[in-house]
């Protein structure tokens, strides 16, 4: 036997209860959260779950058993085509609830009770792409600085280079007039002779 819920029931009678329950749960699959007091809101949670396992089952006797509770079929269409398939790999804890304070007028405790987003294999691998996306970004840049700060220095060493070269032709243009020089004059001392 499952253990009785502690309070005084919601609506007064267990029949009213099991409808407000079950219109909760109606209204979070079609619209995907929903705001209410705190304790419909905690009320409603462990029927909302089961409602999403046995819609994650898939099979036709879940649908019936889920058609018991909810019965607005295209909540059910929609619940065991685009809901349940979201949480495949979830073992459980579909829901949020979130409390928002005292409601105006009577200070009942309002809470929203919300389908959380589900964990996919590819959610978390996205995440990896776009981090090794920035990774490699950021490698660019760094390799960019680099580029310009060798750019600087090559400048700065290009001119001594050039001039380095410049000397070196000088240099050279003048070893080979001196070589000239000397074939000259030995030429000339030929003719002499």
């Given amino acids: 036997m499952p253990t009785p819920t502690k309070g005084p029931r919601l ?3 267990p029949a009213h209860e099991k409808l407000i329950l079950a ?3 109606t209204e979070l699959f079609r619209h ?3 705001k209410t007091t705190e304790t419909k809101a905690k009320r409603l949670r462990p029927l909302a779950e089961q409602l999403i396992t046995k819609a994650k089952r898939g099979d036709l006797h879940s649908r019936r058993r889920v058609l018991t509770v909810v019965k607005d079929k295209d909540v059910v269409y929609a619940l065991f085509e685009q809901i349940a398939p979201r949480y495949g790999n979830r073992p459980g804890g579909y829901t ?3 409390k928002t304070g005292p409601r105006k007028g009577d200070a009942a405790p309002m809470a929203v009770i919300e389908l959380v987003e589900e ?3 590819a959610a978390t691998t996205a995440p990896a792409k776009k981090t090794a996306r920035k990774a490699a970004a950021q490698q660019d840049k760094v390799e960019a600085l680099a580029r310009e700060d060798e750019a600087p220095a090559a400048a700065a060493d290009e001119p001594a280079a050039d001039e380095a ?4 032709p000088a240099v ?4 080979v007039e001196a070589v000239a020089d000397d074939k ?5 001392e030929e003719d002499k002779a």
């Fill in 184 to 188: 000259t004059e030995d030429k000339a």
């Fill in 96 to 98: 949020r609830i979130t």
């Fill in 11 to 13: 609506g007064g009678s």
């Fill in 172 to 175: 050279a243009d003048d070893k």
């Fill in 119 to 121: 964990l996919q294999v």
């Fill in 165 to 168: 070269a410049a000397d070196e």
């Fill in 32 to 34: 995907g959260k929903i």
């Fill in 23 to 25: 219109n909760l749960a």
